[in-house]
Each structure stands twice: as C-alpha cells, then as structure tokens.
C-alpha cells in the first residue's frame, strides 16, 4: 500500500490481484491524485483504488450494480455529487435542503470513495483491441489501467457518462489528465538521466 506525499487529495492502492501489469503503486496513486486534483476534489480526501481479478469484481458488480459477470472498473463515491462543480450534460437532482459539513480533525482525511479495477479485464481489453476511450484501442495493459484509474475518479468527483454531452466531456477531461501525467512522467525520467 503506498500513499502520495503530495499536499492535497490522497490515493491509496492496493494490489489483491498481483502481476501481470507493469505500473507501480506509486504512479498509480499520482494518477489518481492528478484525476482528483483537476476535479476540485477537497485537498484532504483520500481514494482507495485496489487492482483485483475477475471474480471479485465480479461479485462487487452484481451486489452493488445489480449486473451479472465482469466489469473492468467501478466507483464508489462517498460525497454527494453538489460537494464538486457541476460537470457538463450531467444531471444533478436539485440540491438537498441541509447540506452536512464535513470538518476533518487536523491531520485527518475525508474518504471520498473506492475504485475497484480489474486487472484481468484490462489485459483482455488492451490485448484484444477492447480498450481506450472508445472501446476498440490495443495498447497495453498500463495504458489501459492508467485510463481506468482516471476513469474510476472522474466518477468519483461527480462526472458521467450517460449522455452524448456528458460522454464528451468526460472523455476530453480523461484524455486531458492522461496526457498532462503523460508528460510529468517523461520530465521526471529527463531529470534522473
């Protein structure tokens, strides 16, 4: 389990289901707290993303999604979709009458909620051409976990996919955060040289 060191939102990963994808913790959790980062999520919140197989996300989706088999990514948000900015062609129920104000202790941190990947269905779908943004790109499998970790918190900080607007933009917003991680991954690796 490895946390970001970073000021701001937090990531924690764990790995249930091991090998056969080449990304560390480390650059998962930078992922995570970049995707959170750049959704306005509060400075003191914390994700937890755990990498599991096909079973166990199996089981996850039909107990909470009502769905049978198999998904590559779920999300589990703890804070109400009005904590952040409203997200373009996603619909929001009218704000609630009372709102709870959440004040953590110094030093504490306020869950914001769960992603579950699995990794079986993310090298099934990178390998067969199943993967990306439009669900017919072959990459590799840490591409397509990468893509899958922003996807995860995107949803996590009140963005959809429901709509064709909503659909748009959350798929601008993953490819703008991929590319942006993308880059502070080359620059780092430039200054170990």
């Known amino acids: 389990t490895r946390m970001s060191r970073d000021a701001g939102p937090r990531a924690r990963v764990t790995r249930q289901r091991r090998g056969g994808v080449s990304i560390t913790s480390t650059e998962l959790a930078a992922l995570v707290v970049r995707a959170l980062r750049a959704s306005d999520a509060p400075p003191h919140g914390e994700v937890a993303l755990t990498l599991v197989d096909d079973a166990t996300i199996a089981a996850l989706n039909a107990t909470h999604m009502g769905k049978r088999g198999p998904t590559d990514v779920l999300s589990f ?8 900015p409203a997200r373009p062609g996603v619909r929001r129920a009218a704000r609630p009458r009372r709102r709870v104000v959440r004040i953590p202790q110094a030093g504490a941190s306020v869950p914001l909620g769960d992603i579950v990947i699995s990794v079986d269905r993310a090298i099934e779908q ?6 990306g943004t439009d669900g017919q790109t072959r990459h590799s499998v840490a591409d397509e976990v990468r893509l899958l970790a922003v996807h995860g918190a995107l949803h996590l900080c009140g963005w959809d996919h429901a709509t064709a607007t909503s659909q748009a933009a959350m798929w601008r917003e993953q490819e703008r955060i991929l590319r942006a991680h993308t880059a502070a991954m080359k620059r780092a690796a430039a200054t170990k040289k």
Request: aromatic letters at 8%.
């Open 126 to 131: 990178a390998r067969e051409g199943r993967g």
């Open 77 to 84: 948000p703890l804070l109400d979709p009005h904590e952040y």
